[in-house]
């Protein structure tokens, strides 16, 4: 599985940005989905996560503000960031786990891409 991360860019505070986050494979309908960040000088910290059931999990931070969907026929996750603050200033990552009956635990990550919300 490869996954390819979109969407980052600049935006003023309070505004909104919609990250997207496509996989390769033939097997999304079965990955759990999440989306990660990590500010400068920070640990990277789960955002959202959507498992293959479609149940959510948000961080509190981000609750209220932030929405994760996935389309399982584009094979593509999103984070919609609304209200967003200064602090949500990060690089954002797509991850993609699930088990494999014959492999064990599977974990992907896209690569990065930035968010920058200015004051």
């Known amino acids: 599985v490869q996954l390819q991360a979109s969407g980052g860019g600049l935006v003023q505070s309070g505004g909104s940005l919609r990250l997207s986050c496509a996989a390769s494979g033939s097997i999304f309908s079965r990955l759990n989905m999440g989306w990660y960040r990590q500010a400068p000088g920070k640990q990277r910290e789960l955002v959202a996560a959507?498992?293959?059931?479609?149940?959510?999990n948000y961080a509190d931070s981000v609750k209220g503000r932030f929405t994760i969907s996935r389309d399982n026929a584009k094979k593509t996750v999103y984070l919609q960031m609304n209200s967003l603050k200064p602090e949500d200033t990060a690089d954002y990552y797509c991850?993609?786990?699930?088990?494999?009956?014959?492999?064990?635990?599977?974990?992907?990550w896209g690569q990065g891409t930035l968010v920058t919300v200015s004051s």
């Open positions: 991850n993609a786990w699930y088990y494999s009956t014959s492999k064990g635990p599977e974990n992907y």
């Open positions: 959507m498992s293959s059931g479609v149940s959510t």
